[in-house]
């Protein structure tokens, strides 16, 4: 199984259903493997510790199709009459769609946390994920925050890329960047709003072509997402940057470090006022988010484990409160 950027066909509008099954957005089931099933696909692979670089291939396959089994098992328990092999097709949704009637859930087809939840199941860490002592566990799944965008306008710029991986630890900052980049573009396409991208794939960007992509669009908002590096494995935690003396940037620098924090619980390292060519050269409110460092063994691995969706959701959360209060 091998899909990616520009593949069409039945594999592909399989992978649609597959992946809206189990709530992670693909859009239309048209057949064609398009940006919004990309986006699906790395948030399926950061949720499982996978290699985030957008293509659908065996280990891809088999983390969705193991999720996909676990909820046919559960709908057996309940009663159901459905075959068990890891693909959905018109008997399993039949059998959700009866399930979350008579349980009053959505009745949507999607197995989401609530399902999930009265279904009585948990989707496991990934096979090939690194298992450890360590404190860090894998983040139960949240419900992502609620708002509307109302047509406004995000640019988002995913750091780095290409032949520059910005910070390299267990994890490159680029891909990093890019996984929560595409999740923070699909929940926030779901709410209402609009949304532009510096990048979407792993090419090398000019500093000055970032902004000026927001200022060309006429951005309301631009979000630029990194990952921090430090010379020492222990250094962790938060952070935002902003221009300095920009009342509506700090604002929402505040809201959106507030959002991170809440959702990741990690160190809060606090605001940056200060001059860098992407909140320098943005004509309009302007942060660059430092989630945690891609140079903590610890930050990756929570990274790695679901941490990514927890960041997405976090400057979700910020941007929400931004634009509704």
């Known amino acids: 199984m091998y899909l990616e950027i520009g593949t069409m066909g039945t594999d592909v509008a399989q992978l649609q259903r597959d992946l809206n099954f189990c709530a992670y957005n693909a859009g239309t089931v048209d057949g064609d493997f398009g940006s919004q099933t990309q986006e699906a696909v790395l948030a399926l692979q950061a949720y499982h510790g996978l290699e985030p670089d957008g293509i659908y291939g065996d280990q891809s396959d088999a983390a969705l199709m193991g999720e996909i089994r676990l909820v046919q098992e559960a709908l057996t328990k309940n009663g159901y009459h459905l075959t068990i092999d890891g693909a ?25 946390n609530e399902t999930l939840k009265t279904l009585d199941i948990e989707i496991p ?10 404190s860090i566990s894998k983040p139960t799944p949240t419900t992502p925050p609620n708002g509307t965008g109302n047509g406004q306008l995000v640019c988002i710029n995913p750091g780095h890329g290409g032949s520059d991986p910005g910070a390299c630890g267990n994890l490159q900052e680029k891909e990093m960047n890019l996984v929560v980049s595409l999740r923070l573009g699909q929940l926030l396409k779901e709410r209402g709003f609009s949304v532009v991208y510096t990048r979407t794939d792993d090419r090398w960007m000019a500093l000055s072509d970032r902004p000026a992509i927001a200022n060309e669009n006429n951005a309301d908002i631009f979000v630029s997402i990194h990952h921090n590096g430090s010379a020492s494995p222990e250094s962790s935690g938060t952070l935002v940057i902003c221009y300095p003396g920009s009342t509506n940037g700090l604002r929402l620098a505040r809201l959106v470090l507030n959002g991170l924090c809440n959702r990741m619980g990690l160190a809060n390292r606090g605001i940056f006022q200060r001059d860098d060519s992407d ?47």
């Open 279 to 325: 909140v320098t050269y943005s004509s309009m409110p302007a942060i660059i988010t430092e989630g945690l460092f891609a140079t903590s063994p610890n930050d990756c691995r929570f990274f790695s484990n679901g941490g990514a969706e927890l960041e997405a959701q976090g400057i979700l959360e910020g941007i929400l409160t931004y634009f509704n209060s």
């Open 88 to 112: 959905v097709g018109s008997e399993t949704l039949a059998a959700i769609t009866v399930f979350q009637k008579k349980n009053g859930l959505s009745v949507d087809g999607i197995v989401g």
């Open 125 to 134: 860490q990934a096979a090939n994920q690194i298992e450890t002592t360590l």
